[in-house]
């Protein structure tokens, strides 16, 4: 946490200085605005978080809901979330309240007497060490509030207004070319104007309607009951999760956190097509009932159920995630989005929706604020469709064959296959499988081997490092907050020669991406973060002879930021972890954490050309 | 953190429920109260967050500022300290927050040219790893804000009443003996009475001036500058921890929070006995030319200087703790306590005051809340003086020590004399030299050797085990919390039946401590909170068959309690970790994480006995 270079800070550093329209931000809906967030779900809250970042851009966020949300359905974050939230600033809060879930254990009918169940496999979660953060349980409702804190302590002071149901939406012409209309409580109609909307609206989406665009998919003909509970039992796994397989049907229970609550997932089985909504009228003692049934010879004695509902699972995705058609894409550039589950519907079996959606918004964020600022053009915004419609399809693809799997006994699937699958396939639910191809933001593979630990198009894995000027042992990438910058890591070369050279390209070129693509009034690394890792100790680096680059002066004292140099870790060397060259290299990651790009330090024209296909030459707004 | 078996919680969970006094906490101060806190400082502000604990107490602080400090001058945060925020619940936003001191470089003169320093020795700071917990600095300032949120998310809701000055305290009879006269801003004056008062009022207590004592000790007549400032220089080491040592004086410098801040003291040199505070007059322009004389070759460049101070050296204590002269010592109990500086005054150079101060009130916290609720006798409180007298006088010798090697010049002490004490003695500073004699509350060493790894009246160091009930790794220290109530590890033998034994006798007997000093009306685990750590891995252990004594029932919905029960981590056995008998023993801490006792799990009469010195049979308060 850097603060106090912009002056003394003797309040909460978290809360930053309110700057642009975040110095008087209007209490009421402006009949205008940059920026038009619908729904203050997981997508939008992220995405009005990271809006906060860009003072300058009118952002509002409208919500249905009279106020802040009491429960959510969502409890499952992945280790990718809560390295998201470790770039929003509250990570650290989130983990100390959430359940940590480290094991998953599975259970099925004794082959010797199928009335009763007996544990078959005992799994760890996250087996690989994906990330050094945990994987958690907590209430979506307090992710939101979380997001809602970051917001409103971010620069643009942004707060939802809640009590704003969107009723239509019309792309036309002009600067705020998106014409909205929207309804009040109390029935009254407004009409507001916005260059860009972004439709976070959930699964019955009023923007993704007015876009004439619908979920396609099908509904799977097996129904499930859920209810979070607070229970007395002799099952000994009740704070563990667990997948029960019987013949009866499955369970999968998930502790929550505070230590007493879990989510229950009870089997209701196959429904009949004329059914006709029948099943969703189980009550929840029915549910109990059956699942006292399936956990046989353990009883569950519930005392509380502060949440129930009962499903069908679908499997849904929306044809495209933005308002231009694939036909037109190219011709004109896109002015409304959705997002999260306007975009796709599935199962909650996996964990995904809550963590999917705020990824959708994490990669559209930056996109929106580097447009709005100018820094970038139109063309950005068409990567966003692009890249999330693919992790959508693969969820859905992932989510529907392990659904299918939860419904199948043990002698469909033997619990062995079903636990093997669970931990062989670990990666994706826990968020990184996400590998975004190819594009003006995302570079070819040329020289990937250069950095084989940062796979191009893949989120940055952080390691540990050491910090050059305080010798604090620190994790590189928990300095990278989610401010809209680009990161860029130099690797030094073992006699740091090509760092130089690089450096003072970087730093005094008219080429450079630096010079090129930062403003002039702004300070040096308001768009680029430049750090460097060196291969030696930190008491091997004389800070005294590195380059100007990685040490800029920064704030009305012009002080150094001395957190931008670092060392290796000698108990676990940053180079081998990441299988750096020993050559050096340069890795490129977007504002969302994405490995952009691998480059030999000396591919200095490379690194202009590959940023310059994503970002204008900013020296020629302004007179000579 | 552990909640929802109450009842649901959509909100933070640190926001605990309120109860007793805090449902209808009286917005203005009351003319009667069970305990005055005088003085919003760390020893206040602690005393507040833990009273906040027990809400059928009433509890106000009273402060002469106006309200909020803005700029507190301690800085240091020993590791012991943070143990601590971690019990009070926000240990991890301050480590978010703080700069983490992990290393201390010493310069001084180079002996080929004196006119210039050089780095002499680089030190690791903790090379012993005394905790779990890092060194921290940060603004006294913020520590008090945390404490403050404590304290008013207490079930007690306590909050500061600002602008009560103290001007007259006297100690007579009746149900609320202490008489206390206190002036508002506008200078009216206001009696209230209250049964104790602690005065945390500073150097000047006016609490400790109505005692009629004093701080007795010595003025060094050495003076310092101090600043936190805001520079540029080609300082190499201006990040690190630092102590300077030259002809012209010395320097120290510790790096602050926020990446850019840090705090200077530049030795003044001795000061002529007829002085007269002239040396006070030292300008900071002049204490910063000193400072540049005392870099040579390297420059500071001093941009902003947002504290600035002079002062001399002082060591002094204050006769005793308490209002009960020494002679008097068990003919009546106190009323009135004295804590932090109220009761010693001494350098900042270790890093100490804060901490220390803290400290005091964690001790007698507990005690006044036993007292208060009925739970103990009057006597409990006379410990509070004898354990902390002697701390005071340790740190006193130890502060006298360090403060004046740091004014030697480097012909007068070695550079590496200097390292190699910082290093040795380092368990002081960072705050684990505490070991409390035997007393009512802590126990002799007749089975010490069963847990080496705890002494008796040394603070409780955790280790990692592994929770049961969900496989999660965690430090098994870190579920105690600041609460008032007493922890009982039971440590199993290799087969548990010596444990079940004693499990039973615990929750069954006549004569165990929890039958004998739990209101009956009151959750089974409210006075002790009794855990047991089992030697195999979590998978050997079967939660069926542990104890009940280890899963009690909680809450209106009479839920399981499922975070007491621990196994070894199987990389870092517990068990050799702390020395621990494999024939199993008890180890039992006190509220304010003191290791009070170690005894054999048979030696069941000799628990009762030692817990009963400090506690009373509460079942004789009922009728029968």
């Avoid at 302590?153 to 009723?167: C, H, K, M, Q, S």
Wanted: hydrophobic share 40%.
């Amino acid at each position: 946490m850097q603060f106090h270079h912009h002056g003394y800070v003797t309040t909460d550093p978290r809360i930053q200085p309110a700057a642009g329209i975040g110095l008087d931000r209007p209490a009421d809906l402006p009949d205008e605005m940059d920026l038009l967030i619908v729904g203050a779900g997981p997508a939008g809250m992220l995405l009005a978080a990271q809006m906060s970042q860009y003072p300058t851009i009118s952002t509002r966020l409208v919500e249905r809901r009279s106020g802040r949300l009491e429960m959510g359905q969502a409890d499952g974050i992945q280790a990718r979330s809560v390295e998201t939230f470790q770039a929003f600033g509250f990570a650290e809060r989130v983990i100390a309240e959430a359940f940590h879930l480290t094991a998953m254990n599975f259970w099925a009918s004794d082959p010797a007497d199928p009335s009763r169940i007996i544990r078959t496999q005992r799994t760890v979660d996250d087996p690989y060490g994906f990330s050094e953060f945990p994987h958690l349980i907590i209430n979506q409702a307090r992710i939101l509030d979380y997001f809602a804190e970051a917001a409103l302590n971010g620069p643009g002071r942004i707060t939802a207004d809640f009590g704003y149901e969107l009723v239509g939406l019309e792309v036309g012409d002009g600067e705020h070319p998106v014409r909205v209309t929207l309804r009040t409580a109390s029935g009254e109609e407004r009409v507001v104007r916005a260059k860009y909307v972004v439709g976070a609206d959930g699964a019955r989406s009023a923007v993704r309607e007015s876009l004439g665009m619908r979920l396609e998919g099908t509904q799977a003909l097996h129904a499930w009951a859920v209810m979070d509970a607070l229970t007395v039992t002799d099952f000994p796994d009740i704070r563990t999760k667990c997948q029960v397989q019987t013949a009866q049907g499955g369970i999968q229970l998930i502790p929550r956190e505070g230590g007493f609550l879990y989510r229950m997932y009870v089997d209701l089985g196959e429904v009949d097509p004329n059914d006709n909504g029948a099943v969703r009228t189980t009550t929840v003692e029915a549910a109990i009932a059956k699942a006292n049934r399936i956990l046989h010879p353990y009883t569950l004695d519930v005392r509380a159920v502060p949440w129930y509902s009962v499903y069908e699972v679908g499997h849904r995705l929306t044809t495209k995630f933005d308002d231009v058609p694939a036909a037109e894409v190219g011709t004109r550039a896109p002015r409304v989005f959705i997002a999260g589950d306007a975009c796709h519907t599935h199962s909650a079996k996996a964990g995904q929706g809550m963590n999917v959606s705020m990824q959708d918004t994490f990669n559209l964020g930056w996109k929106l604020g580097q447009v709005l600022l100018g820094r970038s053009p139109e063309s950005l915004l068409d990567t966003y469709a692009v890249e999330r419609q693919e992790v959508a399809k693969n969820l859905i693809d992932f989510d529907r064959e392990w659904s299918e799997m939860l419904t199948k006994d043990p002698t469909e699937i033997p619990p062995e296959e079903l636990a093997d699958f669970y931990v062989r396939t670990a990666e994706f639910p826990a968020g990184f499988r996400t590998h975004y191809k190819p594009s003006i933001v995302t570079g070819d593979e040329e020289h990937q081997a250069l950095a084989a630990g940062f796979p191009i198009g893949k989120r940055f894995q952080s390691a540990p490092v050491v910090r050059v000027a305080d010798a604090n042992p620190v994790h590189l990438g928990h300095h990278a907050r989610a401010d809209g910058r680009w990161r860029i890591y130099a690797f030094a070369d073992t006699e740091a020669t090509e760092l130089d050279t690089w450096a003072e390209w970087m730093l005094a070129s008219a080429d450079s991406p630096v010079t090129r693509f930062t403003e002039p009034a702004a300070e040096i690394d308001s768009v680029f973060d430049v750090k460097v890792v060196f291969q030696g100790t930190h008491e091997q680096v004389d800070i005294g002879e590195v380059p100007d680059l990685f040490l800029p002066r920064v704030g009305p004292y012009g002080l150094v930021d001395y957190e931008k140099v670092y060392a290796t870790n000698p108990e676990q060397d940053f180079f081998e972890l990441r299988g750096i060259d020993r050559g050096g290299c340069v890795v490129v990651v977007r504002p969302d954490m994405y490995v952009a790009h691998v480059l030999p330090l000396t591919a200095r024209e490379q690194l202009g050309a590959f940023l310059g296909q994503s970002m204008l030459d900013v020296r020629a707004h302004v007179p000579a």
